[in-house]
């Protein structure tokens, strides 16, 4: 059910199942006129997402916060490791405004971990969300948040604000966190999450990247242990090598495989299952409200 490469073949072209057209229409071509020309920061442009153009056609796009560098270094992410920047407290407002001028209906906010200060970057957080709400009060939110280390002082916070969905990525299955999460822990963020939804949160969110050397079975131990913690939503995708440096692709998951988590995640109880070798977080977000 998948096709397996080796570091040796990581030069092996992609299956046509990953190869994807690029984004047209005219709500397109309007929306990236209004971020290039006032420089607004999304994770959809920077991360070069395949499924840009469906996103904003609908309404959504992510926001990153709280700078471009990272004080962990995960194997998969292409983000920038190291001391990261001060805090630029107008980034709020910046994020509310850029969201008011793409006219975005749903918006999915996430941000580098900031271990290096206190509160971890959760006041800014908590600021951006308000900010949002006040210049666009029809817009819906998703939090994508790190796992703050799992303090729930923290993570209060953010429930405060009140998010319509709060999600935090488990990324990989319980054997391959510690390679591919350097600083996380696989138990750490289900505490994070069944936290969440002990405080209320009416829809949690994670996901989890394929090809990364796991096994069926332990993509189905980690789908089970997440909807024990009464998680509602879950995105399954195909991991992606961003350079060299990074991971790399062991395996390309087929899109039968990934039709079969799908229909497995259903019957588990799960509220919505997205699933598939494109998949992203916080593809089809908007969905995830109902």
Not at 32 to 46: A, E, H, M, P
Not at 72 to 89: A, H, M, Q
Not at 108 to 120: G, L, N
Not at 182 to 192: C, G, M, P
């Amino acid at each position: 059910m998948s096709t397996k490469i080796s570091e040796k073949t990581a030069h092996t072209p992609k299956p046509k199942w990953l190869r994807v057209k690029l984004p047209t229409g005219k709500k397109y071509t309007d929306l990236r006129g209004l971020v290039d020309k006032y420089s607004l920061n999304t994770i959809c442009t920077s991360g070069s997402c395949p499924n840009m153009g469906e996103c904003w056609t609908e309404g959504t796009a992510t926001f990153m916060i709280l700078g471009n560098i990272c004080t962990r270094s995960c194997g998969f992410c292409g983000v920038k490791t190291g001391r990261p920047d001060s805090i630029d407290w107008d980034e709020p407002e910046k994020v509310a405004r850029s969201i008011k001028l793409m006219e975005i209906k749903h918006a999915v906010i996430t941000s580098v971990d900031r271990d290096d200060i206190k509160d971890m970057g959760s006041i800014l957080w908590a600021e951006t969300v308000k900010a949002i709400r006040r210049m666009n009060p029809n817009t819906t939110l998703e939090t994508l948040i790190p796992d703050f280390q799992g303090n729930t002082k923290i993570i209060d916070r953010i429930i405060a604000v009140h998010p319509e969905v709060v999600s935090h990525n488990m990324e990989t299955v319980k054997r391959l966190t510690r390679e591919v999460r350097i600083q996380a822990k696989y138990e750490r963020s289900l505490e994070v999450l069944n936290y969440l939804k002990k405080q209320g949160v009416s829809r949690t969110k994670s996901g989890i990247m394929l090809g990364l050397g796991e096994t069926k079975e332990e993509v189905l131990e980690t789908m089970s242990d997440l909807r024990n913690v009464g998680l509602d939503i879950i995105t399954i995708g195909q991991y992606l090598q961003p350079s060299k440096k990074h991971l790399p692709v062991k395996e390309f998951i087929t899109p039968e495989q990934f039709k079969e988590y799908e229909e497995i995640g259903l019957k588990m109880g799960f509220r919505h299952v997205e699933s598939g070798p494109l998949v992203r977080s916080s593809y089809k977000a908007q969905k995830h409200l109902t």
